[in-house]
C-alpha cells in the first residue's frame, strides 16, 4: 500500500458522515456550512498541531479531493487555521 507523507502546511483528512438527528417535531437537523474529518496523514511542518486520528472542523467545500487512499474517499486540506488555511477547529473530548 502505498503512503502519502504531506508537504508544506498540508493535511489529508477522510470526511465523518453524521446521521441526521431529528426533532422532536419530526424535522431533520441538518449541518449545511461546516464538514467534520479525521485527520489521516499530516505533514512535518504541522506534527505539532495535529496528529493521525484527529477531528477537525473545516468549510463545506474547500481542499482538493484524493480518491481511494487507503481504500477511503479522503480530502487535501491547508491545515493551519483560518482565515490561512481551512481549518476552523481542532474537535475534543471533555473528560
Known amino acids: 500500500m502505498i503512503k502519502i507523507e504531506p508537504l508544506g502546511t498540508?493535511?489529508?483528512?477522510?470526511?465523518?458522515?453524521e446521521e441526521l438527528q431529528q426533532t422532536?417535531?419530526?424535522i431533520f437537523a441538518v449541518e449545511?456550512?461546516?464538514e467534520k474529518a479525521e485527520v489521516?496523514?499530516?505533514?512535518?511542518?504541522l506534527s505539532g498541531i495535529y496528529k493521525v486520528g484527529d477531528?477537525?472542523?473545516y468549510p463545506k467545500g474547500v481542499g482538493e479531493s484524493?480518491?481511494?487512499y487507503?481504500?477511503?474517499?479522503?480530502i487535501w486540506l491547508d491545515g493551519r487555521p483560518f482565515?490561512?488555511?481551512n481549518i476552523w477547529a481542532k474537535v475534543t473530548e471533555e473528560k
Open 70 to 74: 487507503q481504500k477511503k474517499s479522503c
Open 32 to 34: 449545511l456550512e461546516l
Open 66 to 68: 484524493l480518491p481511494h
Open 40 to 45: 489521516v496523514e499530516v505533514s512535518q511542518e
Open 83 to 85: 482565515p490561512h488555511g
Open 55 to 57: 477531528v477537525v472542523i
Open 10 to 17: 498540508k493535511i489529508i483528512v477522510t470526511p465523518i458522515y
Open 24 to 26: 422532536e417535531g419530526g
